[in-house]
């Protein structure tokens, strides 16, 4: 084998598979759901007051899901399947540098306050997350909340830590979205 013994080449190997586990279920790409270990963590919460009617801010949330999206949004949202009151969707959130996650999640729409959302795929194997509008005023407070669950007990329990940090990051650049579009459109 010349230069190369059998333990450089299985270490590379090894190497190699590592790296493109640790790529796949960072974009979500290599869902691992074993079912053993499980431990949960709150999302959230997270709240925003917006000055504008909770009418507008709903609409403002299902817009990507239920009307032609914008360019902008389209390059983060893509709808797989359309129902009455529910969508599946695939969310693409930058991670680091040029890798991007990609969530499958169903989104359920009951008007006027409430949008619920479960993970079917990504990089963790369980997350469920609701908005909830509440008049308050002339406008509307949003509260975000939610569990997100990983396996393999204390080390699933930390890569979920990871992953809820960047989660949250994501819904928390979210309301600063949805609460300037909804009070340009108010």
Do not use: N
Request: cysteine-free.
């Amino acid at each position: 084998m010349g230069r190369w013994t059998t333990a450089s080449v299985i270490g590379v190997g090894a190497g190699a598979a590592l790296g493109a586990g640790y790529v796949g279920l960072v974009t979500g790409a290599l869902p691992i759901d074993l079912g053993f270990g499980r431990r949960t963590r709150p999302l959230g919460p997270l709240t925003i007051d917006i000055a504008a009617p909770s009418d507008v801010v709903f609409d403002v949330i299902a817009a990507p899901y239920v009307q032609r999206p914008s360019r902008a949004m389209a390059e983060k949202v893509r709808l797989l399947e359309r129902g009455t009151d529910m969508v599946l969707a695939a969310h693409r959130t930058p991670v680091r540098g040029r890798l991007v996650a990609t969530t499958v999640e169903t989104v359920r729409f009951t008007r006027p306050d409430r949008i619920d959302f479960r993970l079917v795929r990504g990089p963790v194997p369980h997350v469920v997350e609701q908005f909830v509008l509440t008049p308050s005023g002339p406008g509307t407070h949003l509260a975000y909340e939610g569990e997100l669950g990983t396996d393999l007990w204390w080390l699933g329990q930390r890569w979920g830590d990871i992953v809820a940090e960047r989660w949250e990051a994501a819904v928390d650049g979210s309301f600063q979205t949805i609460k300037t579009e909804a009070e340009r459109r108010s």
